[in-house]
């Protein structure tokens, strides 16, 4: 597990850093997906989320759950395109999971990819991530998790 | 267009409309700022007679939709998160389409306490206590006078907010679903307590121009720029407008939420205690068991007023379990005199309305 400014950053996990959300390869080559540490700490508690509609194809970097916090609202952007095969209905109620375990129970959607090779060019994972991740949170004047 | 760090930022009044085409305006010059086709903006408007509801709240829950179609007011769903107002003619909105780098934080918690504090400082010019108050309201004297929510979509944010110029308590009551059953002279008090008005602050509404100058000049001198009067929408933000208002001017978009009332009961409770009785009123939300508003009222007394509307702003949307430590974290932070009245007995009122709805107060 790697972690900046003590925002973890699960070493198996792929990033978009600008949209703040990552994505996980599954066995069966779905695509979960879900909000980074980093961007719940930026938010504060998650108190409502409205994923999109199961069977909905999303492109990627276009919404695919819009969630609030202290009167703000904002989307969670698809990591990669293609059709949401499940929502986490768990959240509905208790969105603030997303906040106390953002890489587990906290996950958001499973999108059925599209194009996989095509999408993850534009994801990080390891590395690369972390350094993103450095410059991003020193642009945005970040303080910490 | 590109948008250069010393260029003016754009000024732009889109005068009465329908709530519909208001938040179309929102989501169209979001998207517009978004992908780099428009200015940083301040926005005035004002609306049709409307019920406004937060983009994730139930329309059930929140409003009295017979009231509001018997009275032609119309219901529309923000893009912008918060709880359910009622917007007429008599409110001005202000709002800002700003890039996050203007702040130099993507906190949002930061940026929507600079704008309100700036905010502040605008309506103070008119002769008024202003004062900014977390989360998302401005108020004079513990009465709210403006209430706030934002948006942001990559590295743009809309934040916005209205403002009370002169305003119809008992129509809002109406309107909107109060932690109170019935409309009484009661619930009629007890709203004025909790909202204000600059007309019944200054014995007058202030001029439009004076009132939107303010904000002008203190945005510019809070942020550091000159702003240019600009009416006109770029075309592309037109052409985002109208695709959105086909969107939104729908009873889909409006509907997308609506739980049944019975999962938003209202429950009220008396507690008589040493420092005299306390009433309460709640509104709870059941499925997230968490606290959609609270009011406090009866026979006690409190010095200064204020505590309690700040009580009852610090309580909105806590959770249930959370009661009792932000109850008695709110009276450890200030200096209250309440005679015989304890912070414990606001708790032990709470837990006695929440037992009517089978829900266990238990401190975490």
Redesign the interface.
Known sequence: MSSVSGCELPDDLFYNVESNVWARMEEDGRVRVGMTTYACSLAGEIVALTPKKVGKFVKQDKSCATVESGKWVGPVKAPVAGDIVEINTSLLDTPDIINRAPYGGGWIAIILPEDWSRDSVYLVSGEAAVRQFEIKMEEDGFGGC | MTRGADDPWRVIDTGLRSAAENIALNRALLEAHQAGEAPHTLRFLRFQPAALL???QHVKQELRLDYCRQHDISIQRR????GAIFFDPAQLGWELYLH??VF??????VI?ARVCNAAAIALQRLGIDAQFRP??DIEVDGRKISG???????DSILYQGTLLLNFDVERMLRVLRIPMEKLTDKAIDSARDRVVNLSELLGMIPDLEEIKQNFVEVFASEFGVGFKPDNELTETEHSRYQHALAEIDTEEWVF??DRALTESPTLEAVYRSKGGILRVNLKLDL??Q?IAQVWFHGDFFVHPRRTIPDLEAALK?IPVKEVESCISDFFRQRQVDMLLLRAADFTAAVREALRSCDTELTSV
């Open positions: 937060g983009f994730h893009i912008t998160g918060g996050k780098n130099k934080t993507s906190d949002l918690s929507a989360r998302n706030t929510g934002g948006a942001f979509d990559g997308q939420h499925r997230r968490r949307d």
